[in-house]
Protein backbone atom coordinates (compact mmCIF):
# COMPACT_ATOMS: atom_id res chain seq x y z
CA UNK A 1 0.00 0.00 0.00
CA UNK A 2 2.72 2.42 1.04
CA UNK A 3 4.24 1.77 -2.79
CA UNK A 4 0.94 2.66 -3.93
CA UNK A 5 0.99 5.87 -2.31
CA UNK A 6 4.55 6.26 -3.42
CA UNK A 7 3.82 5.80 -7.47
CA UNK A 8 1.02 7.92 -7.42
CA UNK A 9 2.51 10.93 -5.88
CA UNK A 10 5.70 10.67 -8.09
CA UNK A 11 2.91 9.97 -11.18
CA UNK A 12 1.34 12.83 -10.35
CA UNK A 13 4.44 14.80 -10.12
CA UNK A 14 5.68 13.76 -13.32
CA UNK A 15 2.15 15.07 -14.96
CA UNK A 16 2.43 18.21 -13.46
CA UNK A 17 6.27 18.43 -14.83
CA UNK A 18 5.07 17.91 -18.27
CA UNK A 19 1.91 20.10 -18.13
CA UNK A 20 4.48 23.10 -17.26
CA UNK A 21 7.20 21.91 -19.44
CA UNK A 22 4.36 21.94 -22.54
CA UNK A 23 3.59 25.62 -21.23
CA UNK A 24 7.13 26.73 -20.88
CA UNK A 25 7.98 25.11 -24.39
CA UNK A 26 5.37 26.70 -26.43
CA UNK A 27 7.26 28.70 -28.74
CA UNK A 28 9.02 25.87 -29.87
CA UNK A 29 8.04 24.97 -33.42
CA UNK A 30 8.16 21.06 -34.62
CA UNK A 31 10.43 18.85 -34.84
CA UNK A 32 12.31 19.88 -32.12
CA UNK A 33 8.67 20.59 -30.03
CA UNK A 34 8.85 16.56 -28.28
CA UNK A 35 12.40 16.60 -27.84
CA UNK A 36 11.99 19.79 -25.45
CA UNK A 37 9.07 18.67 -24.00
CA UNK A 38 11.14 15.45 -22.85
CA UNK A 39 14.14 17.39 -21.71
CA UNK A 40 11.86 20.03 -19.91
CA UNK A 41 10.02 17.67 -18.48
CA UNK A 42 12.63 15.73 -16.24
CA UNK A 43 14.48 18.71 -15.74
CA UNK A 44 11.67 20.50 -13.59
CA UNK A 45 10.74 16.67 -12.43
CA UNK A 46 14.46 16.21 -10.63
CA UNK A 47 14.36 20.04 -9.38
CA UNK A 48 13.32 19.06 -5.74
CA UNK A 49 15.70 16.31 -6.16
CA UNK A 50 18.64 19.17 -6.73
CA UNK A 51 17.22 21.96 -3.72
CA UNK A 52 18.36 18.91 -1.35
CA UNK A 53 21.26 18.36 -3.08
CA UNK A 54 22.21 21.78 -3.07
CA UNK A 55 20.98 22.22 0.37
CA UNK A 56 22.73 19.25 1.99
CA UNK A 57 26.28 21.19 0.67
CA UNK A 58 25.66 24.30 1.97
CA UNK A 59 24.41 22.88 5.68
CA UNK A 60 27.40 20.69 5.79
CA UNK A 61 29.59 23.78 4.92
CA UNK A 62 28.23 25.53 7.40
CA UNK A 63 28.71 23.30 10.03
CA UNK A 64 32.15 22.67 9.19
CA UNK A 65 33.19 26.36 9.45
CA UNK A 66 30.63 27.04 12.85
CA UNK A 67 31.62 24.11 14.62
CA UNK A 68 33.94 25.66 17.32
CA UNK A 69 32.23 25.90 20.80
CA UNK A 70 34.03 29.31 22.63
CA UNK A 71 34.27 28.51 26.25
CA UNK A 72 35.55 31.01 28.43
CA UNK A 73 38.33 29.57 30.48
CA UNK A 74 37.88 29.41 34.34
CA UNK A 75 33.82 28.24 33.99
CA UNK A 76 34.55 24.82 33.94
CA UNK A 77 32.10 23.10 36.82
CA UNK A 78 29.63 26.23 36.97
CA UNK A 79 26.19 26.06 36.58
CA UNK A 80 25.05 28.37 33.18
CA UNK A 81 21.99 29.61 32.17
CA UNK A 82 20.72 29.82 28.43
CA UNK A 83 20.05 33.36 27.05
CA UNK A 84 17.72 33.91 24.04
CA UNK A 85 19.20 32.84 20.90
CA UNK A 86 20.14 35.45 18.15
CA UNK A 87 18.78 34.47 14.81
CA UNK A 88 21.24 35.80 11.71
CA UNK A 89 20.66 35.75 8.12
CA UNK A 90 23.70 33.96 6.37
CA UNK A 91 24.13 36.04 2.53
CA UNK A 92 26.65 34.27 -0.30
CA UNK A 93 24.25 30.61 -0.51
CA UNK A 94 21.86 29.65 -3.32
CA UNK A 95 18.76 28.92 -0.52
CA UNK A 96 18.28 31.49 2.11
CA UNK A 97 19.96 30.35 5.18
CA UNK A 98 19.30 31.44 9.26
CA UNK A 99 21.82 31.20 11.76
CA UNK A 100 21.01 30.63 15.26
CA UNK A 101 23.54 31.69 17.72
CA UNK A 102 22.76 29.90 21.24
CA UNK A 103 24.67 32.00 24.09
CA UNK A 104 24.83 30.32 27.54
CA UNK A 105 25.69 32.30 30.69
CA UNK A 106 26.25 32.60 34.60
CA UNK A 107 25.14 34.23 37.27
CA UNK A 108 27.26 36.73 37.37
CA UNK A 109 27.15 37.39 33.68
CA UNK A 110 23.71 37.50 33.17
CA UNK A 111 23.32 40.18 35.98
Same mark, same amino acid.
Given at each position: ?5 ? $?AGLFFWL? %? ?5 ? /? +? @??? $? ?7 ? %? ?5 ? /? +? @? ?28 HEGKTVY ?30
Amino acid at each position: MSLLIV $VAGLFFWLS %ISFFLAR /I +F @TKW $VRSPFRIGT %IFIATMI /I +F @TLPAADEIIGKYQFKSICEKNSVIDAVAGHEGKTVYFIKPSMVKIDGYLLPIKMQYWKFADKKQIK
